[in-house]
């Protein structure tokens, strides 16, 4: 992969993350860029805020790709595992979007799962010419 297409794939995967959107009772809807914000500036219970799972992993996950932009070797293994573990919670919001029949949730879940699956199909073709 060059250095370009590495950019750009992670780029678009924070991006399409970020994007998703949350929906609840009451007309409540937050994408998940504030909601990443509430988690960390009212940091009364940031500790217990950072430690649950649906949180940890695609932080670790947001983290993970950020960091495969300065590791030359195997960056593609680690690029794949911050996909997967961002992909826990979009692919959760995903379901539960398809379960209501929500649009816009369904909507803001597509580009990151298109992204995904690319990342993935790009790396068996790469895997099957060498």
């Known amino acids: 992969m060059n250095l370009r297409n590495k950019y750009v794939k ?3 995967f924070i991006v399409s993350f970020f994007i998703c959107r949350l929906e609840w009772a ?10 990443v914000f509430d988690i960390f500036y ?3 219970h940031l500790r217990e805020n950072l430690l649950h799972p649906m ?3 695609p932080l670790s996950g947001i983290f993970i790709l950020v960091a495969g932009l300065f590791i030359s070797s195997n960056s593609n293994k680690w690029i794949s595992i911050g996909i997967i573990l961002c992909s826990i919670l979009v692919l959760l919001i995903l379901f539960i979007g398809i379960s209501t029949l929500n649009l816009r949730i369904i909507l803001s879940c597509i580009p990151f799962v298109c992204f995904s699956v690319w990342h ?4 068996y073709k790469l895997k099957k010419q060498i």
């Open 10 to 12: 992670i780029f678009l």
């Open 26 to 35: 009451g007309n409540n809807a937050k994408f998940l860029f504030e909601v």
């Open 42 to 44: 009212p940091s009364d």
């Open 55 to 57: 949180v940890l992993f």
């Open 120 to 123: 993935f199909m790009d790396n």
